[in-house]
């Protein structure tokens, strides 16, 4: 039972969290809903037009592939992802030598602030002098011109999410570990073979973690290629290749002034989120079974 | 089914020496205990049979085969850790299976050998549970079963008690010795807990600091213990031990007098059980004071001070002298055991 | 016994392809503006031209946005210690349910995208008139800057062994004293790890930064940067000069502080449980 005094600390402690929570999170997302069915431009008041945003929008074709091309990027790119964080902390959980400085090197890369990782990029996936291409070349494979073909840049920016899972990697590495190691003992007596106790042990006692990271990761991911998308392609070779839905929100509120209209495409990319990690729930929760020994 | 035995086994982590050549062996069919205080390598020795642990100089040999460099999966054992490890997303019928399945038994045929083994320890009720719900006794029958259901020629067991509460362990002593009777596979069981060693074992192994101190039946290793830290390690309440002073022919040892064996070392300890110590309310013997006395249900404990040595007596439950008083202690000589006090070996 | 060592050959192959782009921001950074680019690739350049980095400081002032930067981590990291070190620690005391129910609040704001929030909140300080100035960049620390440290605090907190707490509390201990003097000791590599998290990610922030300020002078490193690419876009060394320049303390801070959370999880907060 708390004492008095006790509540009162332990509401101290809550309320900047709490309170930050509600300003910073819940308020904005009330006044996205309301923006939304607004136009507004930050110098005029906000004008009430109903749900003439969310009109406009289905019609938009810039925002079509906007969602498209999110859509594609988290189809590739959390799956991705997720196996190279997994592989990662599989590779590096237990102790020999150099282990530390490789779990450095790998989450190395997560560390570098946004728009020089961009610009690195940039420089690496120039067609005609950027390193890729050249390394490419020298071993004779395919040298795509990764900043004008749409494909190609599309895929460049799922290659650049790739090196920076450093959060995924830690927290897949904190839960194998989290495994006791007598289970894995027992293995070794009983004959189970590598693959059998991946597959029977390590997957179904991580996969609740996983299925968080990935949960996560996809709704990361809608807006991770913000910075990328920004600097290295700027939206895109024709037809907006890389134009991605956080991209197509900033410019609509930051640069084209139509805050209402990119509130109703931030409601909208909400509710595809929730939409998509439903799914995943749903997928999931289905496969389970295919973990019984 | 088949013998255990350790040749020569070293087992060195670094600077620290685990086991410092061990030579045991394990009959077939024998339930030998291994046991000692902590750190004394019972463990590390289960786990290098086991094979979890390589040997830094030694073999191991199982059933006359050289098992040394061979994997832990081909040596045909078991295990029971004392956290039983039972896997949590898993039934119990399907933790008993896991090394059935694991070497690619079909089920129907893996189902029949766990119930099978279910039986065995009194688990078959349990089989659609989950770990997370059932008891710790429970827990340990689903790992027991899971060792029996594989039929190894040898069961490694590694304090598999220890996490029992006292009332459950003591049935569950009863339980596996019992389980062994019916079987009959040869069982190493690792535990620092000296009763355990005494009640379970055909033989005892008594290990400290890496070194094998003595092995022999539980009455041997009681009665006769090889050095002083067999004798003070067995037994509970201890061994009371003195150390010894020579005065005209007589050893003077704490309370007590002896007449003094000739060929004695120069310094001698003299170690006399609990349960031999005499004591009268009358005027024979040396005096001592009752500092504490501890009421064991059908026994009695006494913590005396006796010529500024202190010592245990077990009395009967109805002997329960005042704290203060003075009660009378003695000792016959043929219950007294002699210790060299370099050495610590056991002289008579 | 099986040789665990079979690890080490992917490990390093995998650390080194890790590494890659950080070695060639660094390398491309030493390369002659100006020169030809190269045909083929090139690992090492020669000469070495420190100059792109001379130039790279004449045109932007980065020093002054490492300042800028530098203030903003100032105030954002230990705020952000104390509010989710708070949150995290109530969390653990508390009782299942209201425990439970913060939890779920925590993981649901974890969810939402910091995009999804970037235009109400820009109207929010407008309103308040605090637009270019800094606030809007350390506002997020007064809730922990992300749910994610509170749910780490909160989850090391919750593996101290609650006798402690109770010890304490029987001491007349009360909760910010308990926090203070009984837990904070007991999780330093969480600390620490956040205190980097937090460091990295102010530090990296481009988002807020682009659209709050306006005034160069009051540009952070990322800010500054951009600016940089802006100016000369197709001079690359120049750039990864200035990337470099952008990178460095955070790598550095990084790299000091790795092995209190890089190393294994099983001791996090307490050892031996």
């Known amino acids: 039972m708390l004492r008095d005094r006790e509540r009162r600390e332990y509401a101290l402690m809550l309320a900047p969290y709490l309170v930050g929570i509600a300003v910073l999170i819940a308020l904005p997302a009330l006044i996205t809903f309301a923006l939304a069915l607004t136009e507004y431009d930050l110098i005029r008041s906000p004008r009430f037009i109903g749900t003439q945003n969310f009109r406009d929008l289905w019609d938009d074709e810039v925002f079509r592939t906007s969602i498209r091309n999110s859509l594609m990027f988290i189809l590739f790119a959390v799956p991705l992802r997720l196996l190279g964080a997994v592989s990662l902390a599989l590779l590096l959980h237990r102790r020999f030598r150099g282990v530390a400085a490789y779990r450095t090197a790998g989450y190395l890369p997560t560390v570098v602030p946004d728009v020089a990782y961009a610009l690195l990029w940039l420089w690496i996936i120039n067609p005609l002098y950027g390193p890729l291409n050249l390394a490419l070349g020298a071993i004779g494979g395919p040298t795509p011109s990764w900043l004008t073909d749409p494909r190609a840049a599309q895929w460049a920016v799922i290659i650049m999410s790739l090196f920076v899972i450093g959060e995924g990697f830690i927290v897949a590495m904190a839960t194998r570990q989290g495994i006791p190691g007598e289970l894995y003992e027992l293995g070794d007596i009983e004959d189970a073979s590598p693959f059998f106790m991946f597959w029977r042990v390590t997957l179904p006692l991580m996969a609740p973690t996983l299925l968080l990271l990935m949960f996560r990761d996809t709704i990361f991911s809608f807006q991770a290629n913000f910075v990328p998308a920004l600097i290295v392609t700027e939206g895109g070779p024709p037809p907006y290749a890389t134009t991605y839905l956080p991209l197509f929100i900033y410019r609509n509120g930051f640069e084209y002034l139509r805050y209402g209209y990119a509130s109703a495409a931030t409601l909208t990319m909400f509710g595809i989120t929730a939409l998509i990690v439903y799914l995943q729930y749903r997928i999931v929760k289905r496969w389970r079974h295919a973990f019984v020994v | 089914m088949a013998d255990l035995r350790f040749a020569g086994v070293r087992k060195d982590y670094g600077e620290v020496r685990a086991l410092r050549g061990l030579d045991l062996e394990v009959a077939d069919g024998e339930f030998l205990v291994l046991v000692g205080p902590s750190g004394c390598g019972k463990s590390t020795a289960l786990r290098t049979a086991a094979g979890l642990e390589e040997v830094t100089e030694g073999s191991i040999h199982i059933g006359g085969r050289d098992v040394t460099d061979v994997k832990p999966a081909y040596r045909n054992v078991s295990m029971v850790f004392q956290s039983y490890a039972l896997f949590p997303h898993l039934s119990v019928e399907e933790n008993i299976g896991f090394g059935l399945r694991a070497r690619g038994v079909k089920p129907g045929r893996a189902r029949d050998k766990v119930l099978a083994a279910a039986e065995l320890v009194g688990c078959e009720q349990l089989l659609e549970r989950k770990p997370f719900q059932l008891s710790g006794g429970e827990r340990q029958r689903v790992a027991l079963a899971r060792a029996l259901v594989r039929e190894p020629d040898v069961h490694l067991l590694d304090e598999p008690l220890s996490n029992l509460d006292a009332q459950l362990r003591v049935y569950m002593r009863a339980e596996l010795k019992r389980l062994h009777q019916n079987v009959g596979t040869t069982m190493v069981y690792v535990t620092h807990d000296q009763i355990e060693a005494l009640t379970l074992g055909d033989r005892v192994a008594v290990l400290n600091e890496g070194v094998l101190q003595q092995l022999g039946p539980p009455d041997a290793v009681y009665r006769r213990p090889a050095n002083r830290f067999v004798a003070r390690f067995i037994g509970s309440p201890a061994m009371n031990l003195f150390p010894a002073e020579r005065m005209d022919g007589s050893l003077h040892a704490g309370p007590f007098v002896f007449e003094a064996r000739p060929n004695l070392p120069e310094r001698v300890e003299v170690g006399v059980r609990p349960e031999h110590v005499r004591v009268d309310e009358g005027d024979q013997g040396a005096a001592a004071e009752v500092q504490v006395v501890e009421m064991a249900g059908n026994e009695t404990y006494l913590h005396l001070k006796a010529s500024d040595s202190p010592l245990v007596a077990r009395v009967g439950a109805d002997v329960r002298p005042p704290v203060g008083s003075t009660v009378r202690v003695s000792a016959r000589p043929a219950d007294a055991y002699l210790f060299d006090a370099e050495t610590g070996e056991t002289l008579s | ?273």
């Open chain 3, 1 to 273: 016994m099986k040789s665990r060592n079979w690890r080490q050959l992917p490990a390093a192959l995998i650390a080194a392809i890790f590494l890659l782009p950080l070695y060639f921001m660094v390398s491309g950074s030493l390369r002659k503006a100006g020169l030809p680019p190269p045909r083929t690739l090139e690992l090492l350049p020669s000469p070495l031209a420190w100059g792109n980095y001379e130039r790279a400081f004449e045109l932007v002032d980065i020093p002054r946005y490492t300042l800028n930067s530098l203030l903003v981590v100032a105030f954002a990291v230990p705020l952000t210690l104390l509010t989710a070190s708070w949150a995290g620690f109530a969390m653990a005391r508390l009782s299942r349910r209201p425990a439970g129910a913060l939890i779920a609040l925590s993981l649901i704001a974890l969810m939402i995208p910091l995009t999804a929030l970037l235009v109400p909140r820009f109207t929010i300080f407008k309103e308040l008139g605090l637009i270019n100035t800094y606030v809007p960049l350390i506002a997020p620390a007064i809730m922990g800057t992300s749910p994610f440290y509170v749910l780490l605090f909160y989850w090391s907190f919750k593996r101290i062994p609650p006798e402690l707490f109770e010890a304490a509390r029987l001491e007349g201990l009360g909760p910010l004293a308990t926090w203070w003097r009984v837990a904070m000791p007991l999780v330093r590599p969480v600390t620490v790890a956040v205190a980097v998290l937090c460091f990295a990610f102010t530090w990296s922030n481009f988002l807020d930064p682009l659209i709050y300020l306006f005034d160069q002078e009051k540009f952070t490193v990322p800010l500054g940067l951009r600016a940089l690419a802006t100016l000369d876009r197709t001079n690359f060394p120049l750039l990864l000069a200035g990337s470099v320049a952008a990178t460095a303390p955070v790598v550095v801070a990084f790299i000091f502080v790795q092995r209190y959370f890089l190393q294994e999880f099983r001791g996090v907060g307490w050892l031996g449980r």
